[in-house]
């Protein structure tokens, strides 16, 4: 296995993989999900690199694969 480093970023702002589908990802804007699109940059190790579409202040729903129900949500932040 070997790893070749093409470019680096500093601040390059990166998701789970699984927080993007289908180019969008859902945001958090007050109680509701709100889906946003994202353009993507490199994809590495399950993480992906968001270039465009939300700032690194919005909150995003960790999977986006499953659409979240309509209406008001309750929502737990979870820091890592």
């Known amino acids: ?8 970023r500093q601040n390059a702002m990166l998701l789970p993989a699984s927080a993007v589908s289908g180019g969008k990802v859902w945001k958090i804007v007050g109680s509701k ?6 353009s ?8 992906v690199e968001i270039l ?11 999977n986006a694969a499953t659409p979240p129900p309509s ?3 309750r929502i737990t932040l979870v820091k890592q």
């Open 71 to 73: 209406g008001d949500l």
């Open 1 to 8: 296995e070997a790893n070749i480093i093409t470019a680096a």
């Open 40 to 47: 993507l940059g490199a994809k590495r190790s399950g993480w």
């Open 33 to 38: 999900a709100v889906a946003a699109a994202v």
């Open 52 to 62: 465009t579409g939300i700032s690194r202040q919005d909150t995003v729903l960790r």
